[in-house]
């Protein structure tokens, strides 16, 4: 494992969950002098995979493509800042509700699996494009109307439990698709199963009902940089209708296997691996680095899931372990040391069991942060199989074996979550 490690339907549907601001024609007359015409602006190193042809087909075929192309218009219908903040409000929560009703079957979509994640990921990017495009005859701030869009592309807001007494609440976070310069078409399992799983009520292993909640986090350094990880899980933790009573991240880990990762380490170091932005973290095994802005807190956290009901019970289609191994600095040291049974005493992080990766920060992030507001909840990290089965020609987005791998890993996450959220 350690040796792993290291190698590491329609326009006219879509009418109707569009937000109203596009489709009031009015108002969209008097803000057409708003605008002026759309700059020629560089994209990210995000963005531009977007000329790839397979992206937009990846978005059409979901019955996207409408959220990409109305988007400036509604964005030329705003005349101050707050209403391009609502608007963008708006949007973002629509294309997350898109998404999650879709990939529950509750709307058609194209060519694709229901529990594609793809669609969402480049929709919301060339919707993050345009904005960058905008030129309103008002100052905004462009990074934070981007903020609120992605936190509200991405289930951050307006995705809170419904209260109901005795109803278990189970809070979990997947991630975008990742790796795109060696294969554009991927996708991420996690984020797939956060959609599938979102706003379900699930019966867990002992009889009593569950409502999941669920986010998916960008592969980016700069927003874990920015709090993307503690916004999403602050309210999570704090007490009141809104809490979870057991949270667990997610991302995409070994070949053929789950584990449930017994330590997280505070330090990132997975250079010369990038994140989606081609940006590097600034850590490497030998020098290791804390992330800019992260709390205090220990070298290592350890999980308080069960992982031992876990993986006593769920064993199929894939077998599900619980990963000691971390690296580690040992105390007096300078040289990094694997170890197999988890840190010594007073030793400096270098990796926990998922690596030095954004999948071993947003664990690290998220129980750090449940140590300090909610020390009594179950907490950790799954980490799924890696997802394959695309088909050999490139020009193919899809086939039985992706989609059966896909639809599978979900549903092992799902009897993952029934067993681990069970009340002790």
Same mark, same amino acid.
């Given at each position: ?16 969950? !569009? ?30 995979? !977007? ?13 996207? $493509? ?89 289930? !951050? ?16 976070? $997947? ?42 986090? /960008? ?76 709390? /205090? ?23 599900? !372990? ?9 105390? $007096? ?11 010594? /005493? ?7 069991? $998922? ?22 909840? /179950? ?46």
């Amino acid at each position: 494992m350690m040796f792993l490690r290291r190698a590491a339907s329609t326009a006219a549907l879509l009418v109707t969950v !569009l937000p109203v601001a596009v489709a009031s024609p009015a108002h969209a007359a008097d803000g057409a002098s708003a605008c002026r015409p759309p700059a020629s602006v560089p994209l990210d190193a995000e963005q531009a995979r !977007l000329s790839d042809a397979r992206t937009t087909a990846l978005v059409e075929r979901a019955g996207f $493509g409408d959220f990409v192309r109305r988007f400036p218009a509604a964005l030329c219908t705003t005349r101050s800042p707050a209403e391009a903040e609502r608007l963008l409000d708006s949007w973002g929560q629509a294309l997350w509700q898109t998404s999650v009703r879709r990939a529950q079957g509750q709307r058609p979509g194209g060519g694709l699996a229901p529990g594609d994640d793809r669609p969402l990921y480049w929709a919301r990017l060339g919707m993050t494009a345009e904005l960058a495009r905008w030129q309103p005859k008002f100052t905004v701030d462009r990074v934070a109307l981007r903020a609120r869009f992605e936190d509200a592309s991405r289930g !951050l807001t307006d995705n809170a439990f419904r209260t109901a007494p005795g109803v278990r609440r189970i809070f979990i976070s $997947g991630f975008d698709p990742f790796g795109l310069d060696a294969e554009i078409r991927r996708a991420n399992p996690s984020g797939s199963a956060a959609l599938q799983l979102n706003g379900r009520r699930v019966t867990l292993a002992d009889g009593s009902p569950a409502e999941i909640r669920a986010v998916v986090l /960008p592969v980016r350094y700069a927003d874990f940089d920015a709090g993307i990880v503690e916004r999403a899980f602050a309210p999570r933790l704090a007490a009141g209708p809104s809490s979870a009573d057991i949270i667990t991240t997610v991302s995409q880990g070994y070949p053929g296997i789950f584990t449930l990762e017994d330590w997280a380490g505070r330090a990132r170091s997975a250079d010369p691996y990038p994140d989606n932005a081609r940006a590097l973290s600034g850590g490497t095994r030998e020098r290791p680095v804390t992330a800019p802005g992260l709390g /205090p807190g220990p070298e290592f956290i350890r999980t308080t899931l069960p992982a031992d009901v876990v993986t006593a019970a769920v064993q199929t289609p894939y077998r599900v !372990l619980l990963n000691t191994e971390v690296t580690e600095i040992p105390a $007096g040291g300078t040289v990094p040391v694997d170890r197999a049974d988890g840190p010594t /005493p007073g030793s400096r992080a270098v990796a926990g069991g $998922g690596g030095g990766y954004l999948s071993n920060e947003v664990a690290y992030r998220s129980n750090r942060l449940r140590g300090e507001l909610a020390p009594h909840l /179950p907490g950790g990290h799954l980490h799924t199989p890696v997802l394959t089965g695309l088909p050999a020609d490139p020009q193919l987005l899809t086939g039985p074996e992706f989609e059966g791998n896909e639809s599978a890993i979900a549903a092992e996450v799902r009897a993952v979550l029934e067993h681990a959220a069970v009340r002790r």
